[in-house]
């Protein structure tokens, strides 16, 4: 069972910054495929960046050039970095892990981008 836990979401102007954080239980957090999703209102849960156990990262087209994902296995947590940040980034967002086969969620964190 692996529980994931994020934080660093909350209310930023446009073009502002926000980082997220999520933290992970388990000793085996190096193996573990980790991801970014968001649900903005009225839509569907949609991929914002995900990282593999071996450092590999894609984005989605519309975050591509000012989010940044990256894990610290020895913190055993995972952070996405958002810069120049849009009303269409409001969401919540959640953390996702995939290990030995299984997916695990987060509880969600918001984020909302407003003047």
């Known amino acids: 069972q692996v529980q994931l836990v994020e934080s660093g979401g909350g209310l930023v102007q446009p073009g502002g910054s926000l980082r ?4 992970a239980s388990g000793s085996d957090f ?3 495929n980790m991801g970014w999703y ?7 849960r949609e991929l914002v ?3 593999t156990s071996d450092d590999k990262t894609n984005y989605a ?4 050039g ?3 994902i990256s894990r610290d296995n020895a913190k055993n947590t995972v952070s996405l970095q958002m810069n120049s940040l849009k009303s269409e980034d409001t969401a919540v967002y959640y953390c996702k892990a995939v290990y030995s086969g299984r997916i ?5 964190t918001q984020v909302t981008v407003s003047s």
């Open 38 to 44: 968001r649900q903005g209102p009225g839509k569907q």
């Open 30 to 32: 190096s193996i573990y």
């Open 66 to 68: 000012r989010f940044t």
């Open 49 to 51: 960046a995900f990282i």
């Open 61 to 64: 087209d519309s975050v591509k």
């Open 20 to 23: 997220l954080s999520c933290a």
């Open 104 to 108: 695990y969620w987060g509880q969600g």
